[in-house]
């Protein structure tokens, strides 16, 4: 999309929660505006019965193709798994064999945008992300 309305840097939030490891999971993510702040997009999504870090890395992968389909050039990747930023950024591998192709997945993403950062931030300011993760849980949606 090369719309002249689209984000060009998207901040986006991500969280993935399981009741149970494995249990009922589910993702959650906020796209918003860097520049402005404003909402883009937010995603909630029931997985099924998974690890929570398979829903950690579905939330990274559902926000990057989402940002990508509004045309983001550049996104910021705000998340409370530090495991998964420590991933993205190489500094952790990726071992376990269900996660290996979303890793693959994810990182070709990356590879289509101009720019991106990965940071890790605490529970308390991933608020958003984490409530549509549990509500998509609650609603199975």
Do not use: C
């Not at 009741?19 to 995603?43: H, K, S, Y």
């Not at 705000?78 to 890793?103: C, F, N, W």
């Not at 950062?117 to 605490?122: A, F, I, L």
């Amino acid at each position: 999309m090369s719309d002249e309305g689209s984000p060009r840097r998207v901040l986006i939030y991500t969280d993935g929660a399981a009741r149970g490891n494995p249990g009922p999971a589910g993702l959650g993510a906020i796209l918003r505006d860097a520049e402005t702040g404003a909402v883009l997009g937010e995603l909630a999504r029931f997985l099924g019965v998974r690890t929570n870090n398979y829903a950690e890395w579905t939330a990274v992968e559902d926000a990057l193709r989402e940002a990508l389909q509004m045309g983001a050039k550049h996104v910021d990747l705000r998340m409370d798994s530090e495991l998964v930023a420590r991933q993205i950024t190489g500094r952790y591998r990726v071992r376990h064999a269900d996660l290996k192709p979303i890793h693959a997945r994810v990182m070709a993403m990356l590879g289509q945008l101009s720019g991106y950062t990965v940071g890790h931030v605490p529970r308390e300011l991933n608020k958003d992300a984490d409530r549509l993760s549990n509500v998509a849980i609650d609603e199975r949606r």
